[in-house]
């Protein structure tokens, strides 16, 4: 089964304490594709202006990721400029939306035999367009920001109700439920509908929760962070590719996945914009993820 | 195998969001012997003042700690007052050393055939005399805080050189390697002589470090942290109680001594002062160790 993943597709400007890029190719659904297409086919929906560099194009073709959803508008690309002083947590400098600012999702023909959707970090009222566009899919998730649930934590809530399952970091959910406990938090949000919450926490890695269960696992090892951009989409990217391929979400299943999300998004990190996504290939996932059982069982 | 611990005992007044207690039984070693008698028979080396209530002392008996090495000193008990307002952090109000101040401690001949010691936080001179009066031991480890790291590193690291296993919070190992990631600063200190570093990340859990194996372990979840105080100590306790019975540190005993740390640490702050300590009993550890497999394989 395919995957299908709809966010931001931009440039971005990046200062870290590692060194700097510029208009580097980024965006949560450029993050998302890249890790999702380790482990399966990605149809990836978003729009960028006529600005949008031949050779980013060409690097997102290369990866199995089909661009039938993938809109040139007139005007120019999303782009943003973001400084880390630290790892974890970006000042942004600028964001300028431009073609993104009227983007309307729209899901091409090609993809109507996905059964898989990531819905990257956007506005809520655009993930809901996305929603009303599906049928029996079997998975569905969705990443947010602090930023939507500050500003319309009510559509936040619609959205959540409408997926089996929802990314979030812990100082997020905390926020959006109201709850000083990541374990509240969870359940409170589980109540909402949704199968399985993952509740993100950077470098201490994530805890997985079900109605019944949890699956704590630690993030992978980085000695040298470089560029902490997109680890949050890399880990969905990674965790709904791998789903996508799944007949059930058994609770192995929903390990493994958690696994490889781990390994994709500090593989990602350890270098500037998506350069480590575009050139890692199994043989060093499937090492790491010896590792992670080893480290951990 | 019994187990010897060293370190303080006090008085300790605490506020924190959930009450108030005043001149609760505390100190590193009191933590730790409670937290270890569930696995073995204790000997805890301290001073008290001619205040100490005997009704504290009745506690510590009752659980297989042997008190030949306490001496009780002419004058007033060590005390210390903190106030919590968040969970990750105690505001100091005062610190009163009293007959601490005078502590020498002198292991009693009735522990000489222990061969396990823990040497709680105390003052790096007073570790480094216990180590003088012990031979042939098979397991010793060791606690600090930031305290002495910053004021007199060079005496922790004179300890640290002597001992098999070091147990620090992710800050402090951090602050004493001069480093910024917790496994470069782990294999520093591995480099400094022990087998076993013990990475503690509060609320996250911990890392076990030693020269070519990680394990990562997550905190016990708690929905109503009560007191966060002692924390470190019950945890270190529990690991030296379980590893005190033990033939070999294999990687199986480590682990298992791991999570039964982790478990104490949390029963611990889910009441004031030892509390839990003192009630908890092996079926609701077990229980716990029985959760925690689950979680994390």
Redesign the interface.
């Known amino acids: 089964m395919s995957l299908v993943i709809v966010g931001s597709i931009g440039l971005d400007t990046i200062v870290t304490p590692m060194g700097q890029v510029s208009d580097a190719l980024g965006g949560s659904a450029v993050y998302g594709a890249l890790a999702a297409s380790t482990f399966t086919d990605v149809f990836i929906v978003g729009v960028v202006g006529e600005d949008f560099p031949n050779k980013h194009l060409q690097l997102i073709q290369q990866h199995k990721i089909n661009i039938d959803g993938l809109k040139v508008e007139p005007g120019k690309t999303f782009r943003w400029k973001g400084v880390y002083h630290d790892w974890n947590h970006a000042d942004t400098i600028s964001t300028e939306l431009n073609v993104f600012a009227d983007f309307a999702p729209v899901l091409p023909e090609s993809c109507k035999s996905c059964r898989s959707l990531l819905l990257g970090n956007i506005h809520p009222d655009l993930q809901l367009q996305v929603l009303d566009q599906i049928d029996h899919y079997q998975y569905v998730a969705f990443d947010t920001m602090n930023y939507w649930i500050t500003g319309c934590p009510e559509k936040v809530k619609k959205v959540i109700e409408r997926v089996g399952i929802v990314f979030m970091n812990e100082d997020e959910i905390k926020q959006f439920t109201n709850s000083n ?1 990541i ?2 938090a969870a359940q409170k949000t589980l109540a909402m509908g949704p199968k399985l919450v993952i509740v993100k ?1 950077g470098e ?2 994530c ?1 997985v929760v079900s109605a019944d ?6 993030a992978y ?1 980085v ?1 040298n962070v470089c560029d902490p951009t997109g680890a949050g989409d890399s880990f969905a990217g990674g965790f709904m590719g791998y789903l996508a391929g799944q007949n059930e979400l058994s609770l192995d299943v929903i390990k493994q996945a958690t696994r490889y999300g781990t390994i994709i998004a500090a593989l990602n990190v350890s270098s500037f914009s998506v350069d480590r996504l575009a050139t890692m290939d199994m043989v060093e996932i499937q090492t790491r993820n010896i590792d992670l059982i ?4």
């Open positions: 406990s374990f509240t926490r201490y890695g805890v269960s949890y699956y704590f696992l630690p090892p000695e080893k480290w951990t069982t």
